[in-house]
């Protein structure tokens, strides 16, 4: 008998309730919730609670509704802890790690759950990693597209002062998700009609995947598999610019790596999230229908979310993608299941099988190798 594709969500996000967040994180300003669920708040900036499905019940509810077998659930962008004091980004970031550890290790057949680190501080990042991945069991590791220094110098995550990070990521075999944010605390432009989250965003996966590919380091570190969200939307129609900028100043370039030799990589993936078949078609043109997983960006307003208003649903434009003829039904089934697993995974065949098993066999397979 065949087995049944699964449909596995590549980019989710995760609220914890308002009573499980700490106090020290209101009473600092870093992030909270409001007791009614209707802000996210930190010490100068709100944002509305668009969708209940930001919190746990609800988004298995969610989930069911619209036949989501599993969920990646990446961290949340404004706990990058950039900006905060040491000790407090230290405690803000283990507070995520901790909440998304145990929603994975009390959902494991449901939740595939990310934890963050500060790269400012290379040493310390190390070592949540190997909390992370040795204590806690996670295999999703997040990182933002820019962040800032211990001399407040904004960076690109790919800069090589990191490497110690890619080489221990490649060591663990860890998927990577690249996610931007905090575009408008290093870009001098007011913040407004959304520019920071309809424009900026995309440069910055663009900026990263520009140094990720000249340094090489989908082969200098072949454990790791990069994940960008959103597409990396400007880096699709961005790519002709970068080849013949590369062969045109062949001096700005000296000891880089060809923007060709990245394309279509098998240790580089995209998710689903660009909003329209021709972006869909794009991407898919430039790197290979293998690179590219679903991801639903659930439940922000950007996300491919239920709207009456856009006649939209979640894997709508997969959907529209096949009467279209950019992709076939095999293609599909492979974004929704096969490309995730191949970049949670890589050639972990074992895993891959045992993803699929249910919370109950999970937990007995592990009583037995206990």
């Not at 100068?44 to 077998?69: A, G, H, Q």
């Not at 310390?124 to 211990?150: K, S």
């Not at 965003?201 to 590919?213: E, G, I, K, S, W």
Request: glycine share 8%.
């Amino acid at each position: 008998m065949k087995k049944r594709k699964l449909r596995i969500n590549g980019h989710s996000h995760l609220l914890p309730y308002p009573e499980e967040i700490p106090q020290f994180m209101q009473d600092k300003g870093i992030f909270w919730v409001d007791k009614d669920r209707k802000y996210m708040l930190q010490k100068d900036w709100s944002r509305p609670v668009t969708d209940s499905s930001f919190f746990l019940n609800e988004k298995l509810e969610w989930m069911d509704r619209f036949k989501i077998d599993h969920a990646v659930v990446l961290n949340l962008s404004q706990l990058y802890g950039n900006g905060l004091r040491v000790e407090e980004m230290k405690q803000a970031l283990r507070f995520q790690n901790d909440f998304n550890a145990k929603i994975q290790h009390e959902y494991p057949s449901k939740f595939t759950c990310g934890f963050v680190v500060h790269p400012g501080f290379v040493r310390g990042a190390c070592w949540e990693i190997e909390r992370c991945v040795e204590q806690l069991g996670m295999r999703l590791l997040c990182l933002p597209t820019h962040y800032m220094d211990t001399i407040g110098t904004w960076r690109c995550i790919f800069d090589e002062e990191n490497e110690p990070i890619f080489e221990l990521a490649s060591k663990y075999n860890l998927a990577v998700e690249i996610h931007p944010y905090d575009g408008e605390k290093f870009i001098k432009l007011e913040n407004t009609s959304w520019r920071f989250h309809l424009i900026w965003m995309l440069a910055q996966c663009a900026d990263a995947y520009h140094f990720l590919t000249l340094n090489g380091y989908q082969d200098k570190y072949p454990g790791m598999r990069v994940c960008f969200a959103h597409g990396g939307q400007l880096a699709q129609i961005n790519l002709g610019r970068r080849i013949q900028g590369f062969d045109g100043r062949p001096d700005l370039f000296e000891g880089k790596t060809h923007p060709r030799k990245a394309v279509g990589h098998k240790n580089i993936f995209f998710d689903t999230l660009v909003h329209d078949t021709g972006g869909l078609q794009l991407l898919i043109k430039n790197q290979g229908s293998k690179q590219v997983l679903m991801g639903l960006d659930d439940p922000y307003p950007l996300g491919e979310m239920e709207s009456e208003q856009q006649s939209s649903y979640p894997g709508k434009i997969l959907d529209l993608a096949i009467e279209q003829g950019i992709i076939n039904k095999t293609e599909r089934d492979e974004i929704w299941d096969d490309n995730v697993l191949q970049w949670l995974f890589g050639d972990n065949e074992k895993a891959k099988k045992e993803f699929a098993l249910t919370d109950k066999q999970i937990v007995e397979l592990k009583n037995i190798e206990l």
